[in-house]
C-alpha cells in the first residue's frame, strides 16, 4: 500500500513557477514509477510527466517539454514537479500517482493517487 500527498500548489501568475511536492509512505517506494496528471474544470484527467523508480527516465507530454521537470528522491520518499513558464492553461488540479508498469501515461497504468493539490494561473 502507498499513500501520497501532495503540496505546493496555489496561484500565481503567467510566467512565474511553482514546484509541487508529493510525498509517499512505505518501503516500496523506488520500486514505483512516478506520475503527475492534472484536471482542469470539465475536463478529463490528463497525463503530465512520469519517472521511472530508479529515476532515470523521464517522460512528459508535449505541452510542459521545456518548461517542467519532474524529479525523485528515493530517500526521501518524494517526487517533485518543477513548474516554469507557466501558462494559464496550466491551471487545474495537480494528481500524484504510483504505479509498476513503468513511465506510462495512462491513468488506469497507476495503482494510487494522491488528493491532488490546485494550481490556478492567472492571467
Known amino acids: 500500500q502507498v499513500q501520497l500527498v501532495e503540496s505546493g500548489g496555489g496561484l500565481v501568475q503567467a510566467g512565474g513557477s511553482l514546484r509541487l511536492s508529493c510525498r509517499a509512505s512505505?518501503?516500496?517506494?523506488?520500486?514505483?514509477?512516478m506520475g503527475w496528471f492534472r484536471q482542469a474544470p470539465g475536463k478529463e484527467r490528463q497525463f503530465v510527466a512520469a519517472i521511472s523508480g530508479s529515476g532515470i527516465s523521464t517522460y512528459y507530454t508535449d505541452s510542459v517539454k521545456g518548461r517542467f521537470i519532474i524529479a525523485r528522491t528515493n530517500a526521501w520518499n518524494m517526487v517533485y514537479l518543477q513548474m516554469n513558464s507557466l501558462k494559464p492553461e496550466d491551471t487545474a488540479v495537480y494528481y500524484c500517482?504510483?504505479?509498476?508498469?513503468?513511465?506510462?501515461?495512462?491513468?488506469?497504468?497507476?495503482?494510487?493517487w494522491g488528493q491532488g493539490t490546485h494550481v490556478t494561473i492567472s492571467s
Open positions: 512505505g518501503r516500496t517506494f523506488s520500486k514505483h514509477a
Open positions: 500517482a504510483a504505479g509498476t508498469l513503468g513511465t506510462t501515461t495512462s491513468t488506469k497504468d497507476y495503482d494510487y
